[in-house]
Structure formats: C-alpha cells, structure tokens
T-cell receptor, first 110, second 121 residues
Framework: FMLTQPHSVSESPGKTVKISCIRSSGSIASNFVQWYQQRPGSGPIIVVHENNQRPSGVPDRFSGSIDRSSNSASLTISGLKTEDEADYHC??????????FGGGTKLTVL | QVQLVESGGGVVQPGKSLRLSCGASGFIFSSFGMHWVRQAPGKGLEWLTVISYDGSNKYYADSVKGRFTISRDNPKNTLILQMSSLSAEDTAIYYCAKASVGLWGGGLDVWGQGTTVTVSS
C-alpha cells in the first residue's frame, strides 16, 4: 500500500494545522501510524507513535489520530510556532516485514 | 546521551560498492532492532532494511534486496550497511535508526544525522 500526504501546507503562528496521511489499500487501523518531524539539515525525530502517543519531550501541541471513514491518519499541531516549520513524514508497517513512509509534507509557518 | 553517528558516505562510481557504519552510544545496542532509511535529494524517506537485536533476522526493501546487506557488531556497538552495484538512483542521505520496540513496534525513536552517498562517474 501507499501513504499519501499533501506536498505542502501553510498556516499562521498561533493557529492549528492538520496534516493528512491517506492509506491507499487495507485499513488504516490495521497497523499503527507514526509521525516524524524533520528540520532542514537534520535527521527525523519521532513526534507521534502508535497513532496518538506522544514520546516524552514532545509538546502536547502535537497530536495524532486515525479516521476509519477516510482511511487516513492525521497529525494536528495547535498553537503553531515558527520552530514547527519542518517536513513531516507519516509511517506505517505493511504487515509483511516492511515499513512504508508517506512522501512527506512541508509545513510553512508564516 | 543516546546517539547514533553514521559514517562512510562519499562519492562512488556506478557499479561500485560502499560500506556505511553507524556507531551507537547511550543505550544497550545489543537489545534493539536497527534500521537503515534513506532520503534522495528533494524526496521523502525510504525504508531500506532492518536487523534484529541479535542479527538473526534481516529484511529488505525490494529496491535494495540482493544488493545491500545489513549486519551488526554488538560488542563494538556498530551497525553496518554493505552496498554493492550502486547506481545513480542510490544517491541519497543514509540514516540509521533505532527501533523502539522489537523490529516494528513504536516506530523509530532515535535517528542519526545521516551520511551522504553520491553515485556518479
């Protein structure tokens, strides 16, 4: 299956943005979804694991969810800060010993 | 602190081989599955391969199966990616990453900064 993300999103500081990740086949609920933040020139860091769990140190402004009706996962960032400007990647397990990544979404905070 | 540091990248001619290393510190390396992920210029992340904590299980993406080999040296806290038959499509930043739980659970909770591989004549 594939995970499809919007190429880019933009929003103003203090607002809320939602980044989608649509699974092409099979149920989004079949396997957990993770989300990674990647700032320019840096390696990714995990911000959500297992659909909606936040690792320690990740602000509660970051939240994850899945929607069975649209077969998608979403990363929501509230109270946007300029430091949130980065690429965000979703990821899931395909059930056959492979990870699948989405194409990544560039978030601009302006 | 918990850290992964990749090395071994560089410029290599098409058809040649290259060996990447990933040094781990700050955690019990021998207890965790480890992955390699790459990112081609301007592209998203691509998962490549995983190895279990003891090296007994290895899995590969179709794009590198038969050309890339993952291995680990637990006493030396080192992860290895041996790459052969390289082509321009292998040009990317290569990251090593630590599995949070088992091989597939909880995602990848520690990543290195990456090492750049450029395949060019």
């Amino acid at each position: 299956f594939m995970l499809t993300q919007p190429h880019s999103v933009s929003e103003s500081p203090g607002k809320t943005v939602k980044i989608s990740c649509i699974r092409s086949s099979g149920s989004i609920a079949s396997n957990f979804v993770q989300w990674y933040q990647q700032r320019p020139g840096s390696g990714p860091i995990i911000v959500v694991h297992e659909n909606n769990q936040r690792p320690s140190g990740v602000p509660d402004r970051f939240s994850g969810s899945i929607d069975r009706s649209s077969n998608s996962a979403s990363l929501t960032i509230s109270g946007l800060k300029t430091e949130d400007e980065a690429d965000y990647h979703c990821q899931s397990y395909d059930g056959s010993n492979h990870w699948v990544f989405g194409g990544g979404t560039k978030l601009t905070v302006l | 602190q918990v850290q992964l540091v990749e090395s071994g990248g560089g410029v290599v001619q098409p058809g040649k081989s290259l060996r990447l290393s990933c040094g781990a510190s700050g955690f019990i390396f021998s207890s965790f599955g480890m992955h390699w992920v790459r990112q081609a210029p301007g592209k998203g992340l691509e998962w490549l391969t995983v190895i279990s904590y003891d090296g007994s299980n290895k899995y590969y993406a179709d794009s590198v199966k038969g050309r890339f080999t993952i291995s680990r040296d637990n006493p030396k806290n080192t992860l290895i990616l041996q790459m052969s038959s390289l082509s321009a499509e292998d040009t990317a930043i290569y990251y090593c990453a630590k599995a949070s739980v088992g091989l597939w659970g909880g995602g990848l909770d520690v990543w290195g900064q990456g090492t750049t591989v450029t395949v060019s004549s």
